[in-house]
């Protein structure tokens, strides 16, 4: 029945621990700073490449978090914090911890969000930016520089690549960008849970995951578990 397959899968990915990578920082406050009553037309200009942003991830299987910026400020209970690991640099919020941070066109950016690029980027963690750039601090003119200055301008075309480059992937579907992934940690183990979202067309697909080991197949609608066969080669499982 419909209803257990839902039941299946809202139990299961509401376990455990989201793995994203990726942070997208949310141009609220651009939008607030050039929004004018009965006038959207720039609120739309900053909607449309976020979209655009946000689908393209989708579609390379680069799962993210939007970061709020109101969430971030010191003394929030997702204060935002820098830190080194052994994986490398991180930007820690909550219990999440992101590698990379992509700042999606706009004009302005909280004064602690400006703070907390810089120390990332000054620990070595990847900034990029999309054009265009914010200019404006808590939506005010400023003589500083809002981004730091290893962040590094990148066009929607060429950000599959710059992602392959500064980042592993963790999961990816060559040749299928109309499925999505989302991945949890639960009790030392990895769970993916991959959507076909293309309406018309299904099919066999080659899917690729960071790390080795064995893997099973989950059917949300049976509760079945299956062997699944795969091959692992330089540290990925295909």
């Given at each position: 029945?419909?209803?257990?397959?839902?039941?299946?899968?809202?139990?299961?990915?509401?376990?455990?621990?989201?793995?994203?990578?990726?942070?997208?920082?949310?141009?609220?406050?651009?939008?607030?700073?050039?929004?004018?009553?009965?006038?959207?037309?720039?609120?739309?200009?900053?909607?449309?490449?976020?979209?655009?942003?946000?689908?393209?991830?989708?579609?390379?299987?680069?799962?993210?978090?939007?970061?709020?910026?109101?969430?971030?400020?010191?003394?929030?209970?997702?204060?935002?914090?820098?830190?080194?690991?052994?994986?490398?640099?991180?930007?820690?919020?909550?219990?999440?911890?992101?590698?990379?941070?992509?700042?999606?066109?706009?004009?302005?950016?909280?004064?602690?969000?400006?703070?907390?690029?810089?120390?990332?980027?000054?620990?070595?963690?990847?900034?990029?930016?999309?054009?265009?750039?914010?200019?404006?601090?808590n939506g005010r003119a400023t003589a500083e520089a809002v981004l730091p200055p290893a962040t590094r301008v990148v066009t929607l075309a060429?950000?599959?690549?710059?992602?392959?480059?500064?980042?592993?992937?963790?999961?990816?579907?060559?040749?299928?960008?109309?499925?999505?992934?989302?991945?949890?940690?639960?009790?030392?183990?990895?769970?993916?849970?991959?959507?076909?979202?293309?309406?018309?067309?299904?099919?066999?697909?080659?899917v690729q995951l960071r790390g080795t080991g064995r893997l099973e197949a989950w059917d949300p609608a049976t509760g079945d578990v299956r062997?699944?066969?795969?091959?692992?080669?330089?540290?990925?499982?295909?």
């Amino acid at each position: 029945p419909i209803a257990d397959y839902f039941a299946r899968l809202s139990y299961i990915l509401s376990q455990g621990q989201r793995v994203v990578d990726i942070l997208v920082i949310h141009p609220l406050g651009s939008a607030w700073a050039v929004y004018r009553p009965g006038a959207t037309r720039e609120v739309n200009q900053l909607d449309r490449p976020l979209d655009d942003l946000l689908m393209t991830l989708m579609q390379a299987q680069r799962d993210f978090h939007l970061a709020d910026e109101m969430l971030i400020e010191p003394g929030a209970a997702t204060e935002g914090r820098v830190k080194v690991d052994a994986l490398g640099p991180c930007l820690e919020v909550g219990k999440m911890t992101y590698r990379l941070v992509i700042v999606p066109p706009g004009v302005t950016l909280a004064k602690n969000t400006v703070r907390l690029l810089r120390e990332f980027a000054a620990a070595g963690g990847p900034v990029l930016a999309m054009e265009p750039l914010p200019t404006l601090m808590n939506g005010r003119a400023t003589a500083e520089a809002v981004l730091p200055p290893a962040t590094r301008v990148v066009t929607l075309a060429h950000l599959p690549a710059v992602l392959d480059e500064l980042l592993p992937f963790d999961v990816r579907v060559p040749g299928r960008p109309m499925i999505w992934a989302h991945h949890r940690q639960i009790d030392g183990s990895d769970l993916y849970f991959l959507a076909n979202t293309d309406l018309d067309h299904g099919g066999v697909a080659t899917v690729q995951l960071r790390g080795t080991g064995r893997l099973e197949a989950w059917d949300p609608a049976t509760g079945d578990v299956r062997a699944l066969p795969c091959q692992q080669r330089d540290g990925v499982t295909e």
